[in-house]
């Protein structure tokens, strides 16, 4: 391998550490009291950020609901970014769910909505149940293509019971993530500026999935950049 391939590779390895989520705040360590960071909390009973429980760091937010009688209580989790998501791309979406009480009537759903510049909805994931596990399990919401127009997203978690007597539920969520995954098109521009890194990759000398890892980590920098810029 010549000096200035080893130094191309150095270079996209060395961006593989773990680059920002879209999402911001997104293992909700930084808060006010039981509120988190970049997030919105409300409805009638509204999650809290708590260090009852956490699937990294110490802090997740908890919703927990208990209907009094048969009146229903409800709680959105949500947050919106303005910018960073590329119309046409491919995201996926991901958490981590802890799942300590799902009793009659109770509902819990995603939805991703994207939005253009000028704060415009346009098509996306509508409400979509889920459900957590008694220990911390990974939710994977895959292939989610950002439309012509998109430039933001709004990611909501909904949580409600019904108007029945002894409705309840509660959950823990945490590690909340919307990442691009699909970057052949910046994988393939890459290979043919730098020929001695196909060459490489068709040897068997660097993996095609450490290269790739580069452009991802290095793309998503970049992304994180703009975002704070503006």
Sequence with gaps: ?????????????????????????????????????Q???????PPVRSEAEAHSGKFSMRS????????????????????????????DLTFW???????????????????DDNGARLPGK??????????????FVPDLVAPVGATGVRLMFRFVTGAVKGGSGEIFIDDVAIKRSDYTEEYNKFLKANPAVAKAIKG???S?????AGIRSREEEKSADNKTLK
Aim: hydrophobic letters at 35%; charged letters at 20%.
């Design 1 to 37: 391998m010549t000096d200035l391939l080893r130094v191309i590779v150095f270079c996209l390895v060395a961006t593989t550490a773990k680059a920002d989520s879209i999402i911001s705040n997104s293992s909700f360590e930084t808060g006010n009291g039981q509120g988190a960071d």
């Design 39 to 45: 997030w919105n909390c409300s409805l009638s009973v």
């Design 64 to 91: 927990t609901l208990k209907n009094a009688g048969a009146v229903p209580s409800e709680g959105h989790l949500s947050q919106s970014v303005n910018s960073g998501i590329v119309e046409g791309k491919t995201y």
């Design 97 to 115: 769910a802890k799942q300590t009480d799902f009793g009659v009537s109770y509902v819990q759903e995603y939805m991703v909505e994207w939005h």
């Design 126 to 139: 509508g409400l979509t149940n889920f459900k957590g596990q008694k220990d911390w399990a990974k939710v």
């Design 204 to 206: 068997g000398k660097i």
């Design 208 to 212: 095609k999935e450490k290269v790739l």
